[in-house]
């Protein structure tokens, strides 16, 4: 079964602080890689895609090593507004092609 | 509206009842997901449907979950003689097309719970 791993968290940031986190996939024949935000009782929402030479968008850092098979999510200057669930989404097999992790919990501090 | 809509967002029923949650995507997008999420979880792949093709149910549960898309567009995710472990957060997800490359739209989703 291909698995996503995220660290659940939560991180506890305060605000204006750099936060990174990151997510492990074990197929390595997966093709896309995308950030989702999933705010509390709310549906997930598209943060980004997660290209080969990384991207940004921005305070939002992506990057993807294949090599090591994990993505990261890099945030700066952090706002109380980034309080959410992060979760990683990989493609790549399967009829679905979409697996997604756990998530990882983020919380901004004043 | 624009967005994915789904109905009823709560439901609450009793153990052993039929219940029948409604989908319906943005217009125009070709594919079309059910995804349940229980508390604390992540997102578990329930079944996809794509255009025309047959759908993809290798993610339902049981067989007492069943869906289907008529028409290309609404679609009805039905769980039969409902069970405690069936209460989740049911969401529906559209995308123009196949998701591995096109980003998919949530809609707000159906707070399903079984007494």
């Known amino acids: 079964r291909k698995e996503v791993e995220q660290d659940p968290g939560p991180f506890n940031v305060p605000e204006g602080a750099t936060v990174a986190f990151n997510c492990t996939y074990s197929?390595?024949?997966?093709?896309?890689f995308f950030w989702y935000r999933q705010d509390c009782r709310k549906e997930p929402k598209l943060l980004m895609s997660v290209y080969s030479s990384g991207n940004e968008d921005g305070r939002f850092t992506a990057q993807l090593n294949r090599a090591s098979q994990y993505i990261s999510l890099l945030i700066r200057d952090s706002k109380l507004s980034d309080s959410a669930t992060y979760l990683c989404v990989v493609s790549g097999g399967g009829a679905d092609g979409l697996t997604f992790g756990k998530g990882t919990h983020l919380i901004i501090q004043p | 509206g624009a967005g994915v809509s789904q109905s009823p967002s709560n439901k609450v029923t009793e153990k052993g009842k039929d219940v029948e949650l409604r989908c319906d995507p943005i217009?125009?997008?070709?594919?079309l997901y059910w995804y349940r999420q229980s508390l604390g979880q992540g997102l578990e792949f329930l079944i996809y449907?794509?255009?025309?093709?047959?759908?993809?149910k290798s993610g339902l549960p049981s067989d007492r979950f069943s869906a289907e898309r008529t028409g290309g567009s609404v679609s009805t995710l039905t769980i039969q003689r409902t069970q405690q472990e069936d209460s989740a957060v049911y969401l529906c997800a559209s995308s123009l097309g196949p998701a591995t490359n096109e980003k998919l739209f949530f809609g707000s989703g159906t707070q399903l719970s079984v007494l």
């Open positions: 217009s125009g997008h070709t594919a």
């Open positions: 449907f794509q255009g025309n093709s047959a759908p993809d």
């Open positions: 197929n390595s024949a997966s093709q896309s």
